[in-house]
């Protein structure tokens, strides 16, 4: 069980950028694959994008060639590069390793909000 604090967030145009951290704690993070969620008001949250513990990724359709993760094991720390945002990507955006469920540990999240 590891702490989770997302950071990075915050109100951009379409088309813009934003860079989001996950500094997590605990030594399982070097060995446990992460990912980025996120949930917009009324739906369920879904993994848009994961990354092994060897640096292979994955991404959701609807993120694919505009998000790269990324981790530096030595920081426990997961990242997100967000670029040409669209207003559907407006969610908050929670890290925590890809197959978690609702009754596991979760951080406060970090709101993305894209206006048009």
């Known amino acids: 069980q590891v702490q989770l604090v997302e950071s990075g967030g915050g109100l951009v145009q379409a088309g813009g950028s934003l860079r989001l951290s996950c500094a997590a704690s605990g030594s399982i993070f070097s060995i446990n694959a992460m990912g980025w969620f996120r949930q917009a008001p009324g739906k369920q949250r879904e993994l848009v994008a994961a990354?092994?513990?060897?640096?292979?990724?994955n991404y959701a359709d609807s993120v694919k060639g505009r998000f790269t993760i990324s981790r530096d094991n030595a920081k426990n720390t997961v990242y997100l590069q967000m670029n040409s945002l669209k207003p559907e990507d407006t969610a908050v955006y929670y890290c925590?390793?890809?197959?978690?469920?609702?009754?596991?540990?979760w951080g406060q999240g970090t709101q993305v909000t894209v206006s048009s």
């Open positions: 925590n390793h890809p197959r978690a469920r609702g009754r596991d540990y």
């Open positions: 990354i092994t513990s060897s640096g292979s990724t």
